[in-house]
């Protein structure tokens, strides 16, 4: 078993920033990916971001790209989302995700078999 916690999520300003976090602990051996997914209100959970074990490969949401920014400490087992220039309709309930993999390449948009509590992330206008 895998467990997350996140934390960083709050209410910001249209044009601010922040900064999400996620620990991972239990059965985390090596070759993993760690990911974000948000839901809005009366939307689908859609994928953000996604980073492997060694942050050597990094993928976004074309929604993000620019912006947003997926970053990893493998020693911490923690991945870390930098959100700037946030708009309000990055208004979403954030939530981390984990999963192993063998191989040299993992699909970053699935696939995930554990997963954060979730973190309320409001930007207002």
């Known amino acids: 078993q895998v467990q997350l916690v996140e934390s960083g999520g709050g209410l910001v300003t249209a044009g601010g920033s922040l900064r999400l976090s996620c620990a991972a602990s239990?059965?985390?051996?090596?070759?993993?990916?760690m990911g974000w997914f948000r839901q809005a209100p009366r939307k689908e959970r859609e994928f953000v971001a996604a980073?492997?074990?060694?942050?050597?490969?990094?993928y976004y949401a074309d929604s993000v790209k620019g912006r947003f920014t997926i970053s990893g400490d493998s020693a911490k087992k923690t991945v870390y989302l930098r959100m700037n220039s946030l708009k309000p309709e990055d208004t979403a309930v954030y939530y981390c995700?984990?999963?192993?993999?063998?191989?040299?390449?993992?699909?970053?948009?699935?696939?995930?078999?554990?997963w954060g509590q979730g973190t309320q992330v409001t930007v207002s206008s």
């Open positions: 980073i492997n074990w060694s942050g050597s490969s990094t």
């Open positions: 239990g059965r985390t051996f090596s070759s993993y990916a």
């Open positions: 995700s984990f999963k192993h993999y063998s191989g040299s390449y993992y699909s970053p948009r699935d696939g995930y078999d554990y």
